[in-house]
């Protein structure tokens, strides 16, 4: 299975961005990590097969994602954003086992102050 990320880009503070991600075979549950210089991978938001959601408490009410099964896809809708959100944003899905096999190439979003 391999996953295509598309949609970062540059935003100045408080706009917003679509984040979009194709998977070519079946996954389960999707999510959307992200890393910037210095800092670990963490976890924004994650939704399950079924749409079960859960965000990072740094992203909550700012951040929205989804899925359409039917197109093996998720989005990241990210709406007031600040300059700390600004990394690389991953686009992952987890096998049948719930283990996070799969990962996008990583798109760049810069928001600037």
């Known amino acids: 299975v391999q996953l295509q990320a598309s949609g970062g880009g540059l935003v100045q503070d408080g706009g917003s961005l679509r984040l979009s991600c194709a998977a070519s075979?079946?996954?389960?549950?999707m999510g959307w990590y992200r890393q910037s210089p210095g800092k670990q991978r963490e976890s924004v938001a994650t939704?399950?097969?079924?749409?079960?959601?859960s965000y990072a408490e740094s992203v909550k009410g700012r951040f929205t994602i989804s899925r359409d099964n039917a197109k093996n896809s998720e989005y990241l809708q990210m709406n007031s954003l600040k300059p700390e959100d600004t990394a690389v944003y991953y686009c992952?899905?987890?096998?049948?086992?719930?283990?996070?096999?799969?990962w996008g190439q990583g798109t760049q979003v810069t928001v600037s102050s």
């Open positions: 992952a899905a987890t096998n049948v086992l719930g283990s996070w096999t799969y």
């Open positions: 939704i399950s097969k079924s749409g079960g959601t």
């Open positions: 075979g079946i996954i389960w549950t």
